[in-house]
């Protein structure tokens, strides 16, 4: 019944859109999202949708981009992956017999469908695992629930070290200089290499049962960069552990999807109506914004760097005057304050707080939110009343 319903809300004879690790990065940071937990559960084209709402997003990389991030992984995988395993000897296992090339399993892991795959990469690891080499795995297909519905990632590779432990391999195209790279985007590598890292979990366990060795999913990544300004790889080694505990938290908070669903109007559906280009919408965009607003969702400027949704989202909330188009920080500093219209009037002199469920006394005078408000509003005045321009000092001479 849940599956049928998913089916009907992308629309008949639409396929599920999979979900790749940078989006279930992105879900994890915003558990809170209905919206975007049950668009991406169904499988629905979010970028498709937001274009036929008309409020398309610049999200995504640009083809230079992609080129440039396949011709860089290729080259570190070249020869059977010999610079990448020397790099992963010399970041995670010094002090341990290197890898020899012609003794390095490299598995075949294609099968039919992303299922088929995962089944693969699975049997592939445990006997990888079985024999105590070093093996890489290229391009493995894992398998994570996500809100009751599964999703397939698939990261850069995952090397089996002789010991029985596996790591995940991260290759991204973005330099690494003097050993360091920007944070920012470290940052969200670690966050998307947790998402393998949770996913090996299971498959481990299941190895370590089958083989009878202690199987071990390194809580260490390699992220592998261009070094400095040139095309030659360099790596170091990331810790996501804190990456990990989020990333499982935040997921295990998601609402199945089937209960969301369940929430709609019967005749809900998100089905564009393409024409027989197969690209081009038919369907009024006025129906469409009906289906979107009908799931909750939880908008954040931070969607903007992460959802193909977020400018149609961040729309609505201005025009709401919602205080979650502010920021996280500032909507946790509002308390019980949901518009900026509240804001603005709780900061006035006779301003009052949230309305109190229990019809009691006004809360504005014991609710910090409101006599924060009241206080910089004050101050705000006092400032703007004594400010005054200072007139030029005769003695001194003129800007030239």
């Known amino acids: 019944m849940g599956r049928a319903r998913l089916t009907e809300l992308r629309g008949p004879g639409v396929h599920p859109r999979?979900?790749?690790?940078?989006?279930?990065a992105a879900l994890a940071a915003n558990p809170g999202c209905h919206r975007r937990a049950l668009l991406d559960g169904a499988g629905i084209d979010k970028g498709a949708l937001a274009r036929a709402l008309g409020s398309p997003?610049?999200?995504?990389?640009?083809q230079f981009a992609?080129?440039?991030?396949?011709?860089?992984?290729?080259?570190?995988?070249?020869?059977?992956?010999?610079?990448?395993?020397?790099?992963?000897?010399?970041r995670l296992a010094p002090g341990t017999p290197a890898p020899v090339p012609e003794e390095v399993?490299?598995?075949?892991?294609?099968?039919?469908?992303p299922a088929g795959r995962a089944a693969r990469t699975a049997l592939a690891l445990r006997e990888a695992t079985a024999a105590g080499g070093w093996a890489l795995l290229d391009h493995p297909m894992l398998a994570v629930e996500v809100a009751g519905s599964p999703a397939y990632v698939e990261p850069d590779?995952?090397?089996?070290?002789?010991?029985?432990?596996?790591?995940?391999?991260?290759?991204?195209?973005?330099?690494?200089?003097?050993?360091s790279a920007d944070a920012a985007k470290v940052g969200a590598a670690a966050r998307q290499a947790a998402v393998y890292v949770l996913a090996l979990e299971p498959v481990a366990r299941h190895a370590d049962a089958r083989t009878g060795r202690t199987v071990r999913v390194r809580d260490r990544v390699l992220l592998v960069c261009p070094k400095d300004f040139s095309n030659l790889p360099t790596a170091a080694a990331?810790?996501?552990?804190?990456?990990?505990?989020?990333?499982?938290?935040?997921?295990?908070?998601l609402t199945r999807v089937e209960e969301i669903a369940a929430a709609l109007p019967a005749r809900t559906t998100?089905?564009?109506?393409?024409?027989?280009?197969?690209?081009?919408?038919?369907r009024p965009p006025e129906e469409l914004a009906e289906a979107v607003e009908a799931v909750g969702a939880a908008y954040a400027p931070e969607c903007l760097a992460a959802c193909e949704l977020a400018f149609h989202c961040r729309t609505r909330a201005r025009r709401d005057g919602a205080v979650e188009?502010?920021?996280?920080?500032?909507?946790?500093?509002?308390?019980?304050?949901?518009?900026?219209?509240?804001?603005?009037?709780?900061?006035?002199?006779?301003?009052?707080?949230?309305?109190?469920?229990?019809g009691g006394a006004d809360p504005g005078e014991e609710d910090p939110a409101v006599v924060a408000l009241r206080r910089a509003a004050a101050l705000r005045a006092e400032a703007l009343a004594g400010a005054a321009v200072p007139a030029p000092r005769t003695e001194e001479p003129g800007c030239r």
């Not at 997003?57 to 640009?62: F, K, L, P, T």
């Not at 399993?105 to 039919?112: I, Q």
């Not at 590779?157 to 195209?173: N, Q």
């Not at 998100?270 to 197969?278: E, H, I, P, V």
């Open 18 to 24: 999979p979900l790749d690790a940078r989006a279930l």
């Open 157 to 179: 590779a995952v090397v089996v070290h002789p010991d029985g432990s596996w790591t995940v391999v991260e290759i991204k195209s973005f330099p690494m200089i003097d050993g």
């Open 57 to 62: 997003a610049a999200y995504g990389q640009s």
């Open 270 to 282: 998100f089905d564009l109506r393409l024409a027989d280009d197969g690209k081009t919408a038919t």
């Open 66 to 90: 992609l080129v440039r991030g396949t011709a860089f992984e290729a080259r570190v995988k070249a020869d059977g992956g010999t610079e990448l395993l020397r790099l992963v000897h010399e």
């Open 325 to 358: 188009a502010l920021g996280r920080g500032v909507r946790g500093e509002l308390g019980g304050l949901r518009t900026i219209e509240e804001v603005l009037a709780a900061a006035g002199p006779d301003g009052a707080g949230p309305a109190d469920p229990g």
């Open 105 to 113: 399993a490299t598995p075949d892991l294609s099968a039919a469908g």
């Open 238 to 253: 990331v810790d996501v552990r804190k990456q990990l505990a989020t990333t499982r938290r935040q997921l295990a908070r």
